[in-house]
């Protein structure tokens, strides 16, 4: 099978890691997987904040987000990606398509992860500002989504795929 087709296959949301951080060269990589991601008109409309060894921050927006357990499920690397506020009608797609190559980027390399929507609610209380001066989103950004990273400690199975999903046009 198709190496790229076998990772859409195989990776699953990983919601247990190691306590362990990740190499220099596996976060250089998710970066380059990032920045290579498409856009619309390539206007590249995101911001990527890489977070590692910073839990009092991680901790903030758990709290923040009114949850009482981990939303990052204790990985080492969780990277928000955020955009211009009001930005161009596409950009929430152009920061889900770059979630997704940061997704089977880490699983290309062995690692789990989670795609996480959960953060926003963090955003969206007071705590808010300050939580994106200390990710440095970019003045006029706001948070769109992230992403988990990490040395998986959990698996589980695919989840089933609905009947119905497609229809051919003809």
Partial sequence: MNEVLKAISDRRSIRGYKDEPLKKEQVDALVKA???SPSARNLQPWHFSFLQGRRDILDMIN??????TDIFYGAP???FISAAKGAYFFTPIDCGIAVENLALAAHSMGLGSVILGMP???????????????????????????????????TKEA?????????FVD
Avoid: M, N, S, Y
């Fill in 159 to 167: 989840h089933p795929i609905g009947e119905g999903k497609v229809d």
């Fill in 34 to 36: 990032a920045l290579e």
């Fill in 120 to 154: 926003r609610a963090a955003f969206e209380t007071d705590k808010g500002e300050e939580i994106c001066k200390l990710l440095k989103f970019p003045e006029d950004h706001e948070f769109k989504i992230a992403i988990a990273i990490g040395i998986p400690t959990t």
């Fill in 77 to 79: 690397l969780v990277v």
């Fill in 63 to 68: 709290e923040a987000a009114g949850v009482k």
